[in-house]
């Protein structure tokens, strides 16, 4: 699967979050809100981390490789908000850091 179709089931689910955000509060999640539930999912991943290094202890319902997913998700999400085109910035990055380490 490529990142355009992940970009656009990444798109699809959110739609469908904000409709029902519309439902229960009226409005659907600001940017802001967005990268909250982003820090609280990092947060998430961090303690799942942890407790696969034997260093903390699981207390979450999710999965280490569930969380990795969904901080992908949310920042897939954040860069359509914020009309940021991802894959071009991904492959701007790489090639910038490519040329950096000269490989």
Known sequence: ??????A?????IRSRYHE???K??????SIEEDLLA??????????LTMTKLARYYDET???????????????MELSNRL????????????TDKEEQLGL
């Open 20 to 22: 029902l955000e519309v």
């Open 1 to 6: 699967m490529d990142i355009k179709e992940l």
């Open 61 to 75: 319902p999710y999965t280490l490789e569930q969380k990795l997913a969904e901080n992908i998700w949310w920042l």
């Open 83 to 94: 009309e940021v085109d991802i894959e071009a910035e991904l492959a701007k990055f790489l």
């Open 24 to 29: 229960h509060h009226q409005s659907k999640w």
């Open 38 to 47: 982003l820090s609280n999912d990092i947060g998430n991943l961090n303690r």
């Open 8 to 12: 656009e089931r990444s798109n699809a």
